[in-house]
């Protein structure tokens, strides 16, 4: 008999009991306290549950924690819902939790025996892990300034809301050939990175000041590496219609033979892009229109830091940084403390690790910037700071081969002493294994976690990756340097590759990173 393939395994899995269907296991595992079924644990990733590293649990501690992905629509965290994960992070984590690049966030050493209960707090709050993870659409990500943004060019929060809730949990959608990623954005900036989406609509603005979506399909990282291509225009009122045609013909077409052949990119490579779009205008009663590619923003100069005022009169947004999401019990509670005493009602979450406080009294805004900086969260990030991502890494990340989070927090502290008055907007990631969770593909300097050899012996490290970039249709890709280093080197490397672009005459970090790649 054939030895069932891990593709073949997952979609036997998805037929027999679709993975919405595991709420009730979920419950019954809780309560019995019986060992758990490894289909079932697949499974439970359709409620935003992963298997967790082993790597910080004492030797004889034989419990099987889970790490737990909350999505936040739309990014945002009003104060109930910053007290609930405040409080889960306290009570049932140990105190983690991190903000993801897609607007969620996480906790770490989750036991099933606390998920009802759990589950029960979110849902008091308005929140949800449905989707969170699974072969699935994703949390819809957006601009996190869209409702209080001066220079947006259209307001999107209708949009995401309506895609948000056709996606959610609607068993049409429950089983797709791998995860499935959307964003939509209505940002001057462009901040919702559509180049690596799989479907994705910004807003564009034209001379007639008549507002169209930019419509970009197939982008992605690691076995997807692909910048989305173009397709046309469509109308405000044609997103959804769009979101449900591309995500059909997902369903119908995606690779399901190879996992690592399975997201839209690869299927509008199988097709290519004048096939699809055929495919897609047969799905639709309007046709996609045809105009130029819009300019977009560079991908280092795409945050939202510092006091800006708001659309709403006498209020202002704060745009924070954290450096890798990572936040824990501590500054959540710190946070909410300082959100209460200056009568702010929200955050929203960056897919940059980050977070926005949408609507502070304008009169309040530098006192709360002083209180948060006393807490370890920056309005006012340095260009090491503000740029930073890292992903869940070693510590927790059964794929994992190097740590990250605390990496890329010390990294970033070094370079601040290092480098003081730098103020060019550069862009990090500090990613523990191949799979790209940080996108050190598209950032300036990219640490990609690797296996390294050191004094005779292999050891956890990182490879040197340089020169990504998202810009739209000038986006290209960093590439393998081929310097490997164990990880307490990552601090001389970067800094003399900083001391290097220094002395040169190149006017950018970018500009320079091609000229050491290609010269």
């Avoid at 060992?35 to 935003?48: A, L, N, S, V």
């Avoid at 819902?81 to 969620?104: C, H, K, M, P």
């Avoid at 708001?310 to 940084?321: D, L, T």
């Avoid at 897919?351 to 949408?358: D, L």
Wanted: net charge neutral; aromatic share 10%.
């Amino acid at each position: 008999m054939l030895k069932e393939t891990k593709a073949k395994r997952v979609e036997r899995i998805k037929i027999e009991k679709d993975g919405l269907d595991v709420l009730g296991d979920i419950h019954r595992y809780a309560q019995t306290g019986k060992e758990i079924d490894p289909e079932d644990i697949d499974r439970f990733k359709w409620y935003g549950l992963y298997t967790q590293n082993r790597n910080l649990q004492d030797k004889d501690d034989n419990t099987l924690y889970f790490m737990l992905r909350v999505k936040l629509l739309g990014g945002r965290l009003d104060l109930e819902g910053l007290e609930a994960v405040a409080e889960i992070s306290q009570r049932y984590a140990r105190g983690t939790a991190d903000f993801t690049s897609r607007q969620d966030i996480q906790f770490h050493y989750i036991k099933v025996e606390d998920l009802p209960t759990i589950f029960k707090r979110l849902e008091q709050a308005g929140l949800t892990t449905v989707f969170a993870a699974g072969d699935v659409p994703r949390n819809v990500v957006t601009c996190p300034i869209n409702d209080v943004d001066v220079e947006r060019i259209f307001d999107v929060g209708t949009i995401v809301k309506e895609v948000n809730e056709y996606f959610d949990a609607n068993k049409e959608v429950s089983n797709l050939p791998r995860k499935y990623k959307v964003g939509i954005s209505g940002c001057s900036k462009h901040c919702a990175s559509h180049e690596i989406q799989d479907l994705s609509f910004n807003a564009t603005k034209f001379q007639d000041d008549k507002v169209l979506f930019d419509v970009s399909v197939g982008g992605g990282l690691a076995s997807n590496k692909r910048i989305a291509s173009h397709l046309g225009y469509v109308e405000a009122e044609q997103v959804l219609a769009v979101a449900k045609a591309v995500t059909e013909i997902y369903k119908e077409h995606g690779g399901r033979e190879n996992r690592n052949r399975a997201r839209v990119g690869h299927l509008l490579e199988t097709f290519g892009v004048d096939k699809f779009l055929q495919t897609l205008h047969s799905k639709l009663d309007f046709s996609l229109q045809k105009k130029g590619v819009q300019i977009y923003t560079p991908y280092a100069q795409r945050g939202h830091f510092g006091v800006h005022g708001s659309v709403k009169e006498g209020r202002s947004y704060i745009g924070c940084a954290i450096n890798g999401g990572k936040i824990g019990a501590e500054g959540l509670y710190g946070l909410l403390k300082i959100l209460r005493k200056y009568e702010a009602s929200a955050i929203r979450a960056t897919i940059s690790q980050n977070f926005v406080i949408t609507d502070l009294p304008s009169k309040s805004a530098h006192a709360a910037v002083e209180k948060l900086s006393a807490i370890g969260i920056d309005a006012n990030p340095s260009s090491f700071k503000a740029g930073s991502l890292s992903c869940t890494g070693r510590n927790f990340c059964k794929y994992g081969v190097s740590e990250t989070k605390d990496l890329a927090i010390e990294l970033a502290e070094y370079l601040e002493k290092k480098f003081p008055d730098f103020s060019e907007p550069l862009s990090f990631s500090v990613n523990g294994c191949p799979h790209s969770c940080a996108h050190p593909h598209i950032v300036d300097i990219g640490l990609l976690g690797c296996k390294v050899k050191h004094k005779g012996e292999t050891v956890s490290g990182f490879e040197l990756i340089l020169g990504g970039n998202l810009e739209g249709d000038r986006s290209n890709f960093g590439r393998k340097t081929g310097i490997k280093f164990i990880s307490k080197d990552a601090f001389k490397i970067v800094e003399s590759i900083i001391e290097s672009y220094r002395s040169t005459h190149y006017k950018n970090f970018h500009d320079y990173a091609a000229g050491v790649l290609y010269e």
